[in-house]
C-alpha cells in the first residue's frame, strides 16, 4: 500500500504560480512511477505529467508543456508539480498517483491522493 497526500492548491490569478507537493507513505516510493492529472467540473480526469521512478524519463500534457515542471525527491518520499503562468482553464482538482508502469493513462495508476483544488481566476 501507499498513502498518497496532495497540498499546496489554492486560489491565484491568471498569470501566477503554484507548486504542489504529494508526500507519500508506505512502500518504497522510489519503485513507483508518479503522475499528476487533474479533473475539472463536468469533464473526465486528464493527464497532467509523469515522471519515472528515478526522474529521468518525464512527460507532460500539451497543455502544460513549457508552463509545469514535474520533480521528485525520493529521499524524502515526495514528488512537485510546479506551475507557472497558470490560465483559468488550468482550474481543477489535482491528484497525484502512483504506478508500477510508467505511463499516462490513468486506469494503470493503482494508488491516488485525496486531490486538492487549483483555482485560477482571471
Known amino acids: 500500500q501507499v498513502q498518497l497526500v496532495e497540498s499546496g492548491g489554492g486560489l491565484v490569478q491568471a498569470g501566477g504560480s503554484l507548486r504542489l507537493s504529494c508526500a507519500a507513505s508506505?512502500?518504497?516510493?522510489?519503485?513507483?512511477?508518479m503522475g499528476w492529472f487533474r479533473q475539472a467540473p463536468g469533464k473526465e480526469r486528464e493527464f497532467v505529467a509523469r515522471?519515472?521512478?528515478?526522474?529521468?524519463?518525464?512527460l507532460y500534457a500539451d497543455s502544460v508543456k513549457g508552463r509545469f515542471t514535474i520533480s521528485r525527491d525520493n529521499a524524502k518520499n515526495t514528488v512537485y508539480l510546479q506551475m507557472n503562468s497558470l490560465k483559468p482553464e488550468d482550474t481543477a482538482v489535482y491528484y497525484c498517483?502512483?504506478?508500477?508502469?510508467?505511463?499516462?493513462?490513468?486506469?494503470?495508476?493503482?494508488?491516488w491522493g485525496q486531490g486538492t483544488q487549483v483555482t485560477v481566476s482571471s
Open positions: 498517483a502512483a504506478s508500477n508502469i510508467l505511463n499516462t493513462r490513468a486506469t494503470m495508476y493503482e494508488y
Open positions: 515522471i519515472s521512478w528515478s526522474g529521468g524519463s518525464i
Open positions: 508506505g512502500r518504497t516510493f522510489s519503485s513507483y512511477a
